[in-house]
């Protein structure tokens, strides 16, 4: 735990923090901006899921600024988040001191790895708690509306709210291990980051295509819209589980090759 | 020329930046395996033009490419090629050395801009020739049928397609200056990359809604599809003519704010 918290020291030192989680919060703030100007109402099912329903009700904004979030932004910070911990400090020339401390590698990887879903979950934090906020004040909270067409209370809305979160930073975690895995090989933070969306872009193309259909299963960027179904009553469990089970695949799979990887890495800066 | 001539070489030498085209080219393969095995499906309303028909000529597949280039990876790879310039000099160390040569700092920042750039018309044209060679050789070279329902002979459409990769360039152009310009403010490369990503992004997001269409004449994403309107008939050039205005001006001013960040930076690495 002690390496986690350092490794958290540094980056609430590094400036890249700070832009990061301002522009995350700045997306459910402009919504509600948006959407409050705005003379027309989007129409029901127009735009991002949930967006229509957010002139109505408050507290859709946190879900529909999630959701918006989940499909591009969210994944860029997370393979930024993934890639810089290892590489950054090769970059820096730090590496080598922090690798003289009596610290296994992979505790070393592993902590790198945590703090960047420390990141990641703070950044959802802000974009939760600010956009309820700012949609509470501006629209007012109700009773929500499922996709079912049933009604369900605040608090039960809430809840699912938090489960859809964690569904989505299941989804990043991807990112953050596949950055890492890339930061395993390269000592440029850059090509880390810019390799993982790369991935991520052409899978998300390769699933655009029906002739493609027959790895949809194994990919986890086909999962992108999975966590609608808890916004159906009752909940449609059956797609979510796959795609934990997909998520937890592939992260295993990652962090295990990074580990492979890093254990037996001539350390040179 | 010979500040230039050396960028290119450096380039030439990293990983990325071979990454980065493998990268985009394997956009058109996709494209093109996908239209060949794919059965034919009645066309969605919400595709973007040409997509659909891609099987039935070569030419086509050059235009869907280009929608996928235009949107996610053409902005990506151009802020890659920006931020590496000034900043991954600075992490690798090699910034300080490079200006005790008798270079200008003006003449370094134009020929760094100038790789990267020449970097993003490499990577299209790349993708240009693989997506024409293989899309001819599946699907045949035929007439194309423009928007206006007029038919272009094979090679008169070439032409335009040509002038539509450029324009393509050309809205890069502005995301890669905009990480050029980080990267001469911030010492790391990924910040650069990320946050000149994240800016098209959060561009093209308010793009989409209507109280935000006030600022939309002014920003480079509100053109990126612009290409379009060279395949109709007559060419519509206003919309283009508007791009190009935007474009030169989006990318001036930012080149004049690096510049006078660049000459006056403390180089410490």
Redesign the interface.
């Known amino acids: 735990m002690g390496t986690l918290r350092r490794e958290f020291t540094k980056i609430l030192f590094q ?2 923090t700070y ?2 989680w301002a ?1 995350l919060l ?2 459910p703030l ?1 919504i509600v ?2 959407l409050d ?2 003379s ?1 109402k989007p129409a029901p099912g127009e ?1 991002p899921p949930f967006f229509s329903a957010i002139a109505n009700n408050g507290v859709f904004v946190p879900l529909a600024a999630i959701g ?1 979030l989940s499909f ?2 969210f994944p ?2 997370a393979s ?1 988040a993934g ?2 911990p290892l590489a ?1 400090e090769a ?2 020339g730090t590496m080598k001191t922090w690798m003289s401390r009596p610290l296994g590698r992979g505790t070393i990887l592993f902590s790198k790895w945590g703090v960047a879903i420390l990141y990641i979950v703070v950044g959802m934090l802000l974009v939760g708690l600010g956009g309820l906020l700012a949609g509470w004040l501006v629209f007012g909270a109700h009773p929500l509306l499922t996709l079912s067409g049933t009604t369900i209370s605040i608090s039960a809305g809430l809840g699912r709210i938090v489960i859809v979160n964690l569904v989505i930073l299941a989804a990043l975690l991807c990112m953050v291990s596949l950055a890492l895995f890339v930061s395993t090989l ?1 000592n ?4 880390a ?3 993982a ?2 991935v991520f ?2 899978l998300t ?2 699933n655009g ?4 259909d027959f790895m949809k299963p194994y990919t986890f960027t086909s999962y992108d819209m999975a966590f609608i179904n808890l916004f159906r009553d009752p909940i449609y469990w059956h797609p979510i589980r796959n795609a934990l089970l997909v998520y937890g695949a592939t992260v295993a799979g990652l962090l295990l090759v990074s580990w492979l990887i890093f254990r037996r890495k001539d350390i040179l800066t | 020329m010979t500040s230039l001539r050396l960028e290119i070489v450096k380039i030439l030498r990293q ?2 930046t071979y ?2 085209w493998i ?1 985009l080219v ?2 058109p393969v ?2 093109i ?2 239209g060949a ?3 034919p ?1 009645r066309p969605d309303p919400g595709d973007p033009p040409f997509v659909t028909h891609v099987s039935q000529n070569g030419l086509l597949v050059m235009l869907a490419v280009l929608y ?1 280039l235009a949107s ?2 053409l902005p ?2 151009a802020a ?1 090629g920006g ?2 310039s000034v900043a ?1 000099e600075a ?2 160390g090699t910034l300080k050395t490079w200006l005790t040569r008798p270079v200008s700092r003006t003449g370094v920042l134009l020929a760094k801009w100038a790789t990267a750039v020449l970097y993003a018309l490499v990577g299209a044209a790349l993708v240009a020739v693989v997506s024409l060679v293989a899309g001819v050789a599946a699907f045949g070279l035929h007439p194309l049928v423009t928007l206006s329902g007029t038919t272009l002979g094979p090679w008169h459409a070439l032409e335009l397609i040509a002038v539509a990769y450029l324009l393509v360039v050309a809205g890069a152009v502005c995301s890669l200056t905009i990480a050029l310009l980080l990267s001469t403010v ?1 010492n ?4 650069a ?3 000149a ?2 800016v098209f ?2 561009l093209t ?2 793009n ?5 269409d006030f600022m939309k004449p002014y920003t480079y994403s509100a053109y990126r599809l612009t290409f379009v309107n060279l395949f109709r008939s007559p060419i519509y050039w206003q919309p283009i003519r508007r791009a190009l205005v935007d474009y030169g001006v989006t990318v001036g001013a930012l080149l004049t704010v690096a510049w006078l960040v660049f000459g006056r930076k403390d180089v410490l690495t």
Do not use: C, D, N, P
């Not at chain 1, 440029?188 to 090509?191: A, D, G, Q």
């Not at chain 2, 790391?188 to 910040?191: A, F, I, N, V, Y």
């Open positions: 400036r890249r832009v990061g522009g700045a997306v402009l901006l948006a100007l705005s027309s735009g918006a591009f932004l860029l910070v930024m890639a810089f950054g970059e820096q390269t440029s933070s850059l090509t980051a810019i390799s969306m790369v872009v052409v193309i390769l295509f029906s002739y493609f | 990983r990325r990454l980065g990268g394997l956009v996709i494209v395996v996908a095995l794919q059965k499906h996928a996610f990876l990506i790879i890659m931020a590496s991954s992490e690798a911030t790391s490369s990924l910040t990359a990320t946050i990503i994240a992004t959060v997001v308010l989409a809604f209507s109280v935000f």
